[in-house]
């Protein structure tokens, strides 16, 4: 038996797809697969404005362009994530205060949230960690109150809905990841969500080097020109048609990997119940996305324990993010903070493989080895 914790799925349709974006003549940015992928996921969930990017990272460094954070402002950031969450700000020369995350959730809490706030405040980023949307009610009545824009870092979160409202529409602005490692993949990809149309034209020149070409594209202008300052974010149409292969699949993707994180669950509950180790917490008003099955060990090592152990079986578990504000880079620069739940999820949570084609029979024969370890 040899399992690994992730394999991207095929569905099929990508060859045939980049062969006709060959075939059309249009494999740079902005051609046919471009607006198809937009087109759906905007009719899909009702966002506003849709905009492919090469990557979430680019996705989030485009939000902070828009949103013109720059040196003086203040974003808050989970430290239980991956780099790109904070420094698509640092890049704006923006600082970054780091939150800890929740109790009984990796996703970061509204209260930390709160303890951090100042007068200089501009940006709260959430990430939706395991595609397990945050309590964003909380979250959004602060920013409300303060006048705070917020940032989803949706990379976990295609498919997932908090109180019936899809992840990509709770925030000012969203990032979704199409990498290779994400439910629905693109090689590299990303997508930007605006959902305040204040910045929707502007959103498009700054993503096309600072032209208006998307007009010029629409017929709207007879040419284009120079007009703000800007960079490079649309991906090439064939990673393009390679996504659209793989949206048009998406409720097939979404419903086995439900699956499969609900067989876990009910095969791990009793761990839970028994106080052993804590898993996810998904409250009845949330639809998750099941990108990530993961467990909370009592102590680190219990973890190393427990990731030797399906290894020894051949099965491949890892645990996920390191502190972002116990890095060296953000260390050689700031004081060192305390974030007792950021360190306790970085030190015991392990993931278990999750992706398309593992068997049922797969899922319970790492469920029983993680039985077996608990005795
Ligand atoms: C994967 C991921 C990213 C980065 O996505 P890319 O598309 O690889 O840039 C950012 N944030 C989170 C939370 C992620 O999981």
């Not at 990498?179 to 020149?205: M, P, Y």
Request: glycine share 6%.
């Amino acid at each position: 038996m040899n399992i690994p914790y992730n394999k991207p799925y095929i569905t099929g349709n990508e060859l045939a797809y980049i062969e006709a974006a060959i075939k059309e003549g249009t494999i740079s940015g902005d051609g046919n697969y471009t607006r198809k992928c937009q087109q759906l996921l905007q009719q899909r969930y009702g966002f506003k404005q849709c905009l492919l990017t090469t990557s979430c990272t680019d996705a989030l460094e485009l939000a902070a362009l828009l949103l013109g954070v720059g040196p003086g402002d203040e974003v808050i950031v989970p430290s239980y994530t991956f780099v790109s969450s904070a420094n698509a700000f640092i890049l704006r020369g923006a600082k970054v205060l780091f939150a800890d995350s929740a109790a009984d959730s990796p996703n970061i809490d509204p209260e930390s949230i709160r303890s951090l706030i100042t007068p200089n405040t501009k940006v709260i980023v959430v990430v939706h960690y395991a595609g397990i949307p945050c309590d964003m009610d909380a979250i959004n009545a602060l920013a409300k109150h303060h006048g705070i824009y917020v940032v989803e870092d949706a990379a976990h979160a295609l498919d997932a809905y908090y109180k019936g409202a899809p992840a990509g529409a709770l925030g000012t602005m969203a990032a979704f990841s199409f990498h290779a490692t994400k439910n629905v993949i693109a090689g590299e990809g990303g997508l930007l969500v605006i959902n305040d149309s204040q910045f929707a034209d502007r959103a498009e020149v700054l993503r096309e080097k600072g032209t208006n070409r998307a007009a010029f594209l629409r017929g709207e202008i007879d040419k284009y020109e120079w007009v703000d300052t800007g960079s490079s974010f649309s991906p090439s149409e064939l990673n393009a048609a390679f996504l659209y292969a793989q949206l048009e699949q998406l409720d097939v993707i979404q419903k086995r990997r439900l699956h499969l994180w609900n067989r876990y669950y009910n095969g791990l509950r009793m761990l839970q119940l028994s106080q052993q180790a804590q898993l996810p917490m998904v409250h009845d008003y949330i639809k998750h996305s099941a990108h990530v099955f993961y467990l909370v060990c009592a102590n680190a090592d219990e973890r190393i324990a427990l990731i030797d152990h399906l290894k020894s079986h051949g099965i491949q578990a890892v645990f996920h993010y390191l502190s972002l504000h116990q890095s060296p880079y953000y260390l050689q620069q700031h004081e060192s903070v305390q974030l007792p739940h950021t360190q306790h999820y970085a030190h015991c949570l392990v993931r278990l493989p999750l992706y398309f084609d593992l068997a049922d029979e797969q899922v319970d024969y790492i469920v029983g080895k993680v039985l077996e370890f608990y005795g």
